[in-house]
């Protein structure tokens, strides 16, 4: 009796055991027929006209795709071209050699996972002409291998794509007046967004020196880039720090922090001759996007190493003081606040020194090619030693070291005009006046005594 107890029990199990294993044969089975399903599909046409499909509504452009080659699950294309909308961050965007390394791992939840992404070239053009918006394209057309009706495949098959890594080694970034060239990215998704890390290249904007890009790194969240930081230098030792944000076609405001860039190729071409030296300070950097003009700048700047020579007002100096010096001044100290837009350049709080021999405060605007500046000059008493008069008439008040005269710098920035020298020109004709007059009245008086004695004399008195 108990063993005819024992038969049921026996049977069940023994049916248990076979369905389940039956249900692992056709789990693997499903699972190997969906892998040989998905790299069907990845060598159709279609598969490829979904990945156009869903590159025109990622990066809101027209796009071409190149076919596609194949091993396993790694696919190659030669290149991708964008045109973009009015509604894209870019106007023209190609990459070269395309190789992506897929993944079925994500299929049940209706993604086509791209673990790794590498790109040989890149190239943006943020300037240019724009194309029309792509007409939508309907995925509902794109079959699966083997199936003539995509209604039945339509409801599992995955709509998605998703990048795991990037790699880019030779990107290339263009907008108006400016490039950033030969530089290597690694891209990654990030908070509903990309973040974005770069080394090597070179970056270039307008008259501005040609820099080197050490790291690169960036936030984007449409349509917010974050510019969280980027490191660049020059070649005499000079560096250049970038924080900020951008607005994709709205505006962009960053910081730059700025060490001991050389201030030549900044300045107009005839002043490259009169000043030198390495800046440092901090420069806030506006414009409205797409650029369409100057960007606006403002910070406050200092100068160091510098050297002042070849200015008119410095030879007139130096001709009046006898003081060779005047003619090229090492400057110990220049600093001041600007503000420069399309218009003009204003610069506040302008001080340049050389200690112990001259120093110049002030401010001043540059319009057009235009200056007009109003200084206070201050040099030391023993410079006014062979100037008659400069003491008494223009340098007439002490203070720091230094006697003080106002001055006005106005006129074309390749000669301007200053009020100084004439003032000193006349005190000098003043003084020789007032001298000779004196000497003349000495003269007169002395004679008039020397009359008056012999007067007295021949009346005996």
């Known amino acids: ?56 509504s990622t990066l809101k452009a027209e796009t071409d795709l190149a076919p596609f080659q194949y091993q396993g699950l790694t696919v190659f294309s030669d290149h991708l071209e964008a045109r973009g909308t009015l509604r894209a961050p870019f106007a023209r965007l190609r990459m070269d050699h395309l190789r992506a390394v897929f993944s079925t791992r994500r299929i049940w939840e209706g ?44 409801g599992w098959l995955p709509n998605r794509v998703e990048i795991g890594t990037a790699g880019i080694k030779d990107a290339t970034l263009t907008w108006k007046d400016g490039r950033l060239a030969g530089t290597a990215l690694q891209v990654k998704p990030a908070d509903g967004g990309w973040e974005i890390g770069g080394t090597g290249g070179s970056l270039a904007h307008g008259s501005l020196p040609k820099l080197s890009l050490d790291t690169l790194r960036v936030r984007y969240r449409e349509p917010f ?24 076609k709205e505006r962009l405001a960053l910081l730059a922090k700025v060490t001991r860039l050389p201030i030549g190729p900044l300045l107009p071409e005839d002043w490259r001759v ?21 960007p606006s ?11 002042l020579e070849a200015l008119p007002v410095l030879d007139e100096i130096a001709a009046f003081t006898r003081t060779a010096q005047f003619r090229r001044i090492p400057l110990t100290r220049a600093t001041g606040t600007f503000q420069r837009d399309q218009e003009r350049l204003t610069v506040r709080d302008f001080v340049a020194e050389s200690a112990g021999l001259i120093r110049l405060e002030g401010g001043f605007q ?10 206070e000059v201050g040099v030391t008493p023993s410079s006014l030693q062979w100037l008659p008069g400069s003491q008494a008439r223009v340098f007439t008040v002490a203070r720091d070291g230094y006697l003080w005269a106002p001055m006005r710098l106005t006129g074309p920035l390749e000669k301007p005009i200053e009020d100084l020298s004439p003032r000193l020109i006349a005190a000098a004709q003043g003084a020789l006046i007032d001298q000779a007059t004196g000497t003349a009245r000495d003269v007169l008086d002395t004679a008039k005594e020397a009359a008056k004695g012999a007067l007295d004399l021949l009346l005996g008195r």
């Open 1 to 56: 009796m108990a063993a005819d107890d024992q038969t049921p029990k026996r049977r069940w199990l023994k049916r248990t055991l076979i369905a389940g294993g039956a249900l692992v044969v056709f789990a693997l089975a499903a699972v190997a027929g969906l892998k040989l399903w998905a790299d069907h599909y990845l060598r159709s046409d279609g598969f490829r006209r979904f990945v156009g499909a869903k590159l025109s």
């Open 111 to 154: 993604v086509w996972q791209i673990e790794e992404l590498e790109v040989a070239k890149l190239e943006v053009a943020l300037e240019g002409t724009r194309t029309v918006e792509p007409v939508s394209a309907d995925l509902s057309n794109t079959k699966g291998p083997g199936s003539s009706d995509t209604r039945i495949t339509q």
């Open 225 to 248: 880039l974050f510019v969280q930081n980027v490191d660049l230098r020059d070649g005499s030792g000079g560096s250049l720090n970038v924080t900020g944000e951008v607005q994709m």
């Open 274 to 294: 009169r000043l030198r030296g390495n800046l440092s300070g901090e420069i806030n950097i506006h414009t409205p996007l797409p650029v369409r003009s100057t």
């Open 297 to 307: 700048l403002s910070g406050t700047v200092h100068l160091t190493e510098g050297l």
């Open 366 to 375: 540059v319009e057009g090619e235009r200056i007009d500046g109003a200084f």
